[in-house]
Nanobody, 123 residues
Framework: QVQLVESGGGLVQAGGSLRLSCAAS????????MRWYRQVPGNERELVAT???????NHADSVKGRFTISRDNAKNTVYLQMNSLKPEDTAVYYC?????????????????WGQGTLVTVSS
């Protein structure tokens, strides 16, 4: 069993900052790409940022210059530093990890999602 647990969401005023964390646990052999998504009710889930195991990053145009994705491989954790928050950043934020896990026959690759954490930005 592999789980992702997110934390760090909450209510913040426009212009403020939040830092989201997402920690993976379980029978993990390795974690490849890690991503943050966000979703507003009624809308499709939007990819916010991606980071490879080697640390290469990509951010959506809507958050470039304001959000920064990072990771700590030793802790199996990915972060999303969110600065200069805007009301339109309000959403449930989800992390996703591409994990290779141990199984009795060897290894198995799978996609794991966190439960989501709500970020609300007031104007």
């Amino acid at each position: 069993q592999v789980q992702l647990v997110e934390s760090g969401g909450g209510l913040v005023q426009a212009g403020g900052s939040l830092r989201l964390s997402c920690a993976a646990s379980g029978s993990i052999f390795s974690i490849n790409a890690m991503r943050w998504y966000r979703q507003v009710p009624g809308n499709e889930r939007e990819l916010v940022a991606t980071i490879t195991r080697g640390g290469s990053t990509n951010h959506a145009d809507s958050v470039k210059g304001r959000f920064t994705i990072s990771r700590d491989n030793a802790k199996n954790t990915v972060y999303l530093q969110m600065n200069s928050l805007k009301p339109e950043d309000t959403a449930v934020y989800y992390c996703r990890a591409d994990v290779t896990k141990y199984v009795p026959a060897g290894y198995r690759s799978l996609e794991v999602w966190g439960q989501g954490t709500l970020v609300t930005v007031s104007s």
